[in-house]
């Protein structure tokens, strides 16, 4: 996936960024560039057809992209098993004040 705004801080280790106070996983960095590219437009289509779902109230065609949208994450590395192998817990979606990452997080001056 492309990096995330200027504005978003990423953990030291490079494993997150942080939205509101939140750690989202990144990408794994170790995807070749041809099937990173390929995920992240699978993503963008998939993320447009829940978009047209919902507008059209088509529950189940909203269900169908909700789940290729998932897909891709998981492609990505976003989703599912953490991308690193040295045994380090994930806190995808965790709350960075409740993680290892707070005090990293408490010297921040932006967000």
């Known amino acids: ?6 504005s ?3 953990t030291p280790d490079r494993r997150y960024f942080v939205v509101r106070g939140r750690l989202w996983r ?3 960095p170790d995807l070749p560039e041809q099937a990173r590219a ?3 437009a699978d993503l963008m289509q998939a993320r447009r057809d829940v978009g047209k779902a919902l507008r059209i109230k088509d529950a189940d065609a909203e269900r169908l992209a909700r789940q290729a949208v998932d897909a891709a994450k998981r492609g990505l590395g ?7 192998n040295d045994g380090a817990p ?8 409740n993680t290892p990452y707070a005090q990293w997080h408490g010297t921040l ?3």
């Open 109 to 111: 001056t932006i967000e």
């Open 78 to 84: 976003e989703r599912g098993p953490p991308w690193w």
């Open 8 to 10: 978003c801080p990423i």
């Open 38 to 40: 390929r995920l992240v």
């Open 26 to 28: 990144m990408a794994n």
């Open 90 to 97: 994930d806190y995808n979606r965790r709350m960075v004040r």
């Open 1 to 6: 996936m492309a990096p995330p705004p200027p």
